[in-house]
C-alpha cells in the first residue's frame, strides 16, 4: 500500500516539477530577449511611444500610441508627448506608468496587450524629443519554448535527483556496516 501510495506522490510531484519548470521559463526568457538601448541608437519597430497630436482645423488635441518608426517618419506632425501629471492610465490594451524625473523631463513606462503578444517599453521623454531605453516582447513562442525547455528538462532534474538519493544511500549504508566501524 506505502510503495503505491509512494509512486502516486512521485507522479504528482514529477508533474508539478514539469509546471514549476515550464511557468519558471516562460516568464523568465523575455528577459534574456530584452533589448536595453545606449544613446542615440534607434529601436526595432515594435518600440511603441506616446505622442501628442493636433489638429489645426478642429483645434483638437490628442495622445496617440505610434511606432517607432512611424514617429520618426513623422517627427514634425508628432510632438512628445509629456503627461500632465505622474501616475498611470489604463486603456484597454496600453497602460502607461509616468514619472517625473525633472522639470520637463518624466520616464514613461508602457506595456501593450494583444492577443499574441505582450509588449514592454520604458523611455525618457523631453518637451523635444523621446529617448528610447528598455523594450521586452513576450509572444506565444515563448510560452512554446518554455514547456519544450520543462520537457527536456523534468526528466533530467528526475535522473539527478535520483542519482544523488542512491549515492547517499550507499554512504550511509557503509557508514552503518560494521566492517568499516572496526576499521
Known amino acids: 500500500m506505502f510503495k ?10 514529477s508533474i508539478l516539477l514539469f509546471f514549476a519548470i515550464g511557468v519558471s521559463s ?16 534607434t529601436p526595432d519597430g515594435n518600440f511603441i511611444v506616446l505622442v501628442g497630436n493636433y489638429d489645426s482645423e478642429t483645434n483638437e488635441a490628442w ?17 512628445p508627448y509629456l503627461s500632465p501629471s505622474e501616475g498611470n492610465c489604463d486603456n484597454a490594451p496600453l497602460e502607461c506608468t509616468a ?31 523621446i529617448i528610447p531605453l528598455y523594450s521586452r516582447i513576450m509572444s506565444p513562442s515563448d ?28 554512504f550511509k549504508a557503509k557508514s552503518n556496516s560494521p566492517i568499516a566501524a572496526d576499521s
Open 4 to 13: 503505491f501510495l509512494g509512486c502516486i506522490l512521485k507522479l504528482f510531484l
Open 26 to 41: 516562460t516568464f523568465v526568457i523575455p528577459f534574456f530577449t530584452a533589448e536595453r538601448y545606449e544613446a542615440n541608437e
Open 63 to 79: 495622445v496617440d500610441a505610434v511606432s517607432w518608426n512611424e514617429y520618426t517618419e513623422k517627427i514634425n506632425v508628432y510632438k
Open 99 to 129: 514619472t517625473n524625473i525633472d522639470p520637463g523631463k518624466q520616464l514613461i513606462e508602457l506595456r501593450e496587450r494583444q492577443e499574441n503578444y505582450w509588449l514592454y517599453n520604458k523611455y525618457y521623454v523631453t518637451n523635444e524629443k
Open 143 to 170: 510560452s512554446m519554448l518554455g514547456f519544450f525547455l520543462a520537457f527536456i528538462v523534468t526528466p533530467i532534474v528526475l535522473l539527478c535527483i535520483r542519482f544523488c538519493r542512491k549515492r547517499f544511500n550507499n
